[in-house]
C-alpha cells in the first residue's frame, strides 16, 4: 500500500484558519484556488501531517480515536481522509528516504604514513 511507505506533511503554501466555536477549520490551496471547511476529524488528520511517516501517523490517530473506533476502522477512516486531503491539495505524500549503504570510512587508512608515506 503507497500510504504505508510515505511520509506525509501540509502542502506549505496551504493557508488554515481553525474556527474552535464551530469545530471546523478553512482551508485554503493558493496552487489552485479553493478554499475547504474541514470537519473536526479531517482537521484532526490534517494538524496530523506533519512530516510524520505512515505508522506514526497511524498510531496518532488510532490514540485520538481509539474509544471510538477499532484500529481497522480508524485505519480504513485515515485512508480515506488523507485521500480526500490530497485530492484537494492539501496535504501531500513523499516517499520515505531509503537508508543509504554504508560508507566506508577514511578513519585508520594509512596510519602513521606521515609526509613520507612510510
Not at 63 to 68: F, K, Q, S
Not at 82 to 90: A, P, Q, T
Request: net charge positive.
Amino acid at each position: 500500500m503507497p500510504y504505508r511507505s510515505a511520509c506525509w506533511r501540509k502542502i506549505p503554501n496551504v493557508r488554515a484558519r481553525s474556527l474552535r466555536e464551530t469545530e471546523v477549520c478553512i482551508v485554503f490551496t493558493p496552487d489552485n484556488p479553493n478554499l475547504f471547511t474541514l470537519n473536526s476529524t479531517a482537521w484532526l488528520v490534517f494538524d496530523l501531517c506533519d512530516g510524520r511517516s505512515w505508522k506514526r501517523l497511524e498510531k496518532a490517530y488510532y490514540d485520538a480515536v481509539e474509544p471510538l473506533r477499532s484500529q481497522e476502522e480508524a485505519r480504513t477512516e485515515l485512508i480515506g481522509i488523507l485521500s480526500d486531503l490530497e485530492r484537494k491539495g492539501i496535504v501531500e505524500r513523499n516517499p520515505v528516504a531509503r537508508p543509504s549503504k554504508p560508507r566506508p570510512t577514511t578513519r585508520g587508512r594509512n596510519k602513521g604514513a606521515g609526509r613520507h608515506g612510510g
